[in-house]
């Protein structure tokens, strides 16, 4: 079993930043790639962001690109994406993706619960 527990969620005002977080938990072997996604009703999930963890290799959507930052912490196995100048258009709940092999089996795609991120005045 794996779980993806994030955090880091809130209200926050437009211009304003976030932080959130995403920690892998069970029974893992390897963590090949993790990320973020975002779905906001009536649209369809869309990628903001991914980060290799061999080379920490990073990839942004066009919508988010100089304003939030992914990184992450391999020996936690948990993810963060920086969010500053945050838009109104942010506003999503943020779900936590990672390709995880487990221990004993194949590498399968796992997803967060989400995060709620309202960026409103």
């Known amino acids: 079993q794996v779980q993806l527990v994030e955090s880091g969620g809130g209200l926050v005002q437009p211009g304003g930043s976030l932080r959130l977080s995403c920690a892998a938990s069970?029974?893992?072997?390897?963590?090949?790639?993790m990320g973020w996604y975002r779905q906001t009703p009536g649209k369809q999930r869309e990628l903001v962001a991914t980060i290799t963890s061999d080379d920490y290799t990073s990839y942004y959507a066009d919508f988010v690109k100089g304003r939030f930052t992914i990184s992450r912490d391999n020996a936690k196995n948990t993810v963060y994406l920086q969010m500053n100048s945050l838009k109104p258009e942010d506003s999503a709940v943020y779900v936590c993706?990672?390709?995880?092999?487990?221990?004993?089996?194949?590498?399968?795609?796992?997803w967060g619960q989400g995060t709620q991120v309202t960026v409103s005045s």
């Open positions: 993706y990672a390709r995880i092999r487990v221990v004993h089996g194949h590498s399968d795609p796992y």
């Open positions: 069970g029974s893992i072997f390897s963590i090949y790639i």
